[in-house]
């Protein structure tokens, strides 16, 4: 039996998916890539241009152009790592609330998702990656060595994301990310491209009421246990 070398990790926002995938990334030595930094990135990077979202074919345009790097951390200010659209670094631009807000839709425009999976297929391609999203499993990387799929409730994963802005220092109001939270989870599972689903060959973690290193050993458990 030998280690899976290609894992996706998808699940609903909040559930758990980059924490678990950064860890795992580095006790494996593989590298992790977090697919939903280069949504967020067009979503950013459209609102600074001043380009309504709603405008599916400047979005899109925008997605086929833009230049998205994602490296090893350059600032020591707890980033998982560091993002680039087109040479300006806005790895902490993409955690805000606007793009919260706008990226769900920017994540269903047809042309957006294809632009982008092509990038993350090749990315993909090279093995020994931990890779996380929604439909990694099911579209990006179909035949994973090991496919998870991460879930919680949607008050708990309202809860972590509260905890996580007001770790930061930032303002948050619970009622206001269980609303956003409830609207993404419908705009991301409803979708007609690439909707948010479990891939059929996943393994599915509820992870509602379990601890980071819980989830983590659960996970372990897996890749130790799957022969790709
Ligand atoms: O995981 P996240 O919250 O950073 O993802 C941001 C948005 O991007 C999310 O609303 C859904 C979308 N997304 C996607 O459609 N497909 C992916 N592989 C990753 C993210």
Do not use: C
Not at 107 to 122: D, F, H, I, N
């Amino acid at each position: 039996m030998s280690q899976p070398s290609r894992i996706a990790i998808d699940g609903p926002a909040a559930s758990g998916k980059s924490t678990i995938g950064e860890l795992l990334a580095e006790q494996l030595h593989y590298v992790y890539f977090d697919t939903g930094v280069m949504y967020r990135a067009v979503t950013w990077a459209a609102l600074q241009r001043g380009i309504d979202l709603a405008d599916e074919k400047a979005v899109t345009d925008l997605a086929e152009r833009i230049h998205i790097e994602v490296t090893q951390p350059t600032v020591a200010d707890g980033r998982q790592y560091t993002v680039y659209a087109d040479g300006e670094d806005i790895t902490w631009q993409i955690r805000r609330p606007e793009v919260d807000h706008g990226v769900s839709p920017v994540s269903a425009y047809p042309g957006v998702r294809a632009a982008l999976t092509a990038q993350q297929r090749r990315i993909g391609q090279a093995g020994r990656i931990v890779m996380v999203g929604r439909d990694i499993g099911t579209v990006v990387m179909p035949d994973a060595d090991l496919k998870i799929y991460l879930d919680a409730s949607v008050e708990e994963r309202a809860r972590r994301r509260y905890r996580e802005i007001r770790d930061r220092g930032e303002p948050a109001d619970y009622d206001h990310i269980l609303r956003d939270m409830r609207r993404r989870d419908r705009i991301d599972s409803e979708r007609e491209t690439a909707p948010l689903r479990p891939a059929k060959d996943a393994v599915i973690i509820d992870t509602t009421a379990m601890a980071v290193p819980e989830v983590l050993t659960e996970v372990k458990r897996w890749v130790h246990q799957s022969d790709p």
